[in-house]
């Protein structure tokens, strides 16, 4: 089974500061990881995936992720923050063991970026 | 990426109507994948349309409540059956092109059911 947790409901950075996002993960297989960002009254949007290579990756609007195997980790940071990136953050993970070809998201996690 | 247009984008229904849900992708995919999303939660997979067959439902979720329809390789739609308001929730349409690959998402259909 497959799951994804994020333990932080809520994170409060000021503007200007580097802030972390954390997602841990369970699979029975590979991990294929992946974040979303979803603005007020919008749908997801894709930041970064990782499949397999360099544990840290790069994704959109600055943000990178650190995978780390070791600690089943894959949180979301950027060096900088904006007021901007205030939003809804979802972790997601999907099974490479199982085949299935959709994803299983964690809980969310609010960012508010304070000016 | 694929660019994913839902309609209706949100609506306000009664207790005990139905209501179709469309999603138009501007690509031919595979798969589409129906997710739900309740107030302050997190998405929850409804079921999977394939194309020409019948579409896979998640635990929880049944083809009477949700009935689906997969006509085409760009179209799909979603229908909220005798709602109730623990129905009020946004459903989300998505297609992804490849198992390791990441899913796109439509802007999503905000119901409420009073």
């Known amino acids: 089974a497959q799951s994804v947790a994020q333990p932080e409901d809520q994170v409060n950075v000021a503007e200007g500061n580097p802030l972390t996002v954390k997602c841990t993960y369970s699979?029975?297989?590979?991990?294929?990881l992946f974040w979303y960002v979803q603005y007020p009254n919008r749908g997801l949007q894709f930041l970064l995936k990782y499949n397999t290579g360099d544990n840290l990756v790069k994704g959109s609007y600055g943000f990178e992720a650190e995978f780390n195997k070791s600690q089943t980790s894959f949180h979301l940071k950027k060096p900088s923050a904006l007021v901007s990136d205030s939003a809804l953050y979802f972790c997601a993970v999907r099974d490479g063991q199982t085949g299935a070809n959709n994803l299983f998201f964690g809980t969310g996690t609010r960012l508010t970026v304070i000016p | 990426s694929a660019v994913i247009s839902q309609k209706p984008s949100r609506d306000i229904c009664q207790r005990g109507t139905s209501l179709t849900i469309q999603c138009q992708v501007d690509s031919q995919v595979t798969m589409m994948f129906w997710y739900r999303q309740q107030p302050g939660q997190s998405l929850t997979l409804i079921a999977t349309a394939n194309q020409g067959s019948e579409a896979t439902y998640e635990s929880g979720f049944v083809i009477d409540k949700f009935p689906i329809s997969r006509p085409n390789l760009t179209f799909s739609t979603l229908t909220v059956s005798n709602m109730s308001p623990e129905d009020s929730s946004i459903y989300l349409c998505s297609v992804g092109g490849t198992h390791t690959g990441e899913l796109f998402f439509g802007e999503g259909s905000r119901l409420t059911v009073l």
């Open positions: 699979v029975s297989g590979n991990p294929y």
